[in-house]
């Protein structure tokens, strides 16, 4: 059975805010992070929808920091540390146990295509093995749709075997609900914690032995994803699902990661949310409202959200 003092839940690739020049906004991205939490949301910070690539190690490593240093409970951290360089990977893994992290979130070192599971293999081992730390809980991170490098049946079952205590679980965002059951069936009865990659799959995931769902669209809809989380046994169970993905399927006819900043950025009143660093690029004012518009017809609302003060549509232009 799986820990239960073990992060679980719904956790959000918390978005991360940048100023004018391009730097990371850590003011903003801590106000983020602590609208997330009480939404009852974990923060998966420096994931794909953080950006994270776009980040340096140090710009990592001090977010990170900030957090902390505010007062976030690192239980409720699982940050992204899977890097191509494996020192790259090492250090951020090392700072985030020595913080108290939950876990970190490990990509496989995804610019060589065609690796094999024995070259997976040994990257995850050397991190492990050089970070040292019988704390370090890795839950590693299968996104084929981006790395192209996939995290395979067997090579969990190698790392399981191998180190036992530090495999703790994985993120699947493969878009792909028979490769998540598959997954589910062969090692959330041992206690290995399977977290699906997008809430469309919550429910089932919940129904299968899995652990949570971790979200693009958590940094946005947090407090229904997670109330779905806690109460996936109710009556309701089917109807709360239904409702998260009519949401889940308005970002989606948006380039994502832009759409959940303008979505911020309308229902704080603060556009500076809406900035992203190439070569992403920001919505269209157009398709901003249209993003807006939609979400208004479904009533979604942002409760809470620190400055909540929905700005005004721009009107169209003649």
Not at 6 to 26: E, H, K, M, N, Y
């Amino acid at each position: 059975m799986s820990d239960p003092r073990r992060i679980g839940g719904v956790l959000a690739p918390v978005v991360t805010p940048f100023t004018a020049d391009l730097s990371p906004d850590a003011e903003r991205f801590v106000r983020q992070c602590r609208w997330l939490l009480s939404q009852n949301v974990g923060l998966a910070v420096f994931g794909t929808n953080s950006e994270a690539n776009s980040l340096s190690v140090e710009e990592r490593l001090e977010l990170l920091d900030r957090l902390v240093g505010a007062g976030v409970d690192p239980a409720r951290l699982m940050p992204g540390t899977g890097c191509c360089a494996l020192p790259d990977s090492v250090r951020l893994t090392r700072h985030a146990v020595k913080l108290g992290c939950a876990g970190v979130l490990m990509l496989p070192p995804f610019y060589y295509k065609g690796v094999s599971d024995e070259g997976l293999f040994r990257s995850f081992a050397e991190v492990i093995e050089r970070v040292g730390e019988a704390r370090l809980r890795v839950y590693l991170y299968h996104i084929p749709p981006v790395a192209q490098v996939p995290i395979t049946l067997g090579l969990v079952e190698r790392l399981l075997r191998a180190y036992p205590t530090q495999t703790a679980g994985m993120k699947d965002s493969s878009g792909d609900w028979e490769n998540t059951r598959a997954f589910l069936d062969a090692f959330a009865p041992s206690g290995f914690d399977v977290f699906a990659g997008s809430e469309p799959f919550l429910l089932r995931t919940m129904r299968h032995g899995g652990r949570g769902c971790i979200s693009a669209t958590a940094n946005v809809h947090p407090g229904p994803i997670a109330r779905l989380h806690e109460t996936w046994q109710g009556a309701d169970a089917d109807a709360q699902q239904a409702r998260l993905d009519e949401i889940r399927a308005v970002f989606a006819r948006f380039p994502m990661i832009p759409a959940l900043k303008a979505a911020i950025a309308h229902w704080t009143g603060d556009p500076a949310w809406a900035t992203v660093r190439p070569p992403l690029v920001a919505l269209a004012p157009e398709q901003a409202r249209a993003l807006v518009e939609e979400l208004g017809r479904r009533e979604f609302t942002m409760p809470g959200l620190a400055g909540a003060r929905p700005a005004p549509l721009q009107t169209r232009s003649a």
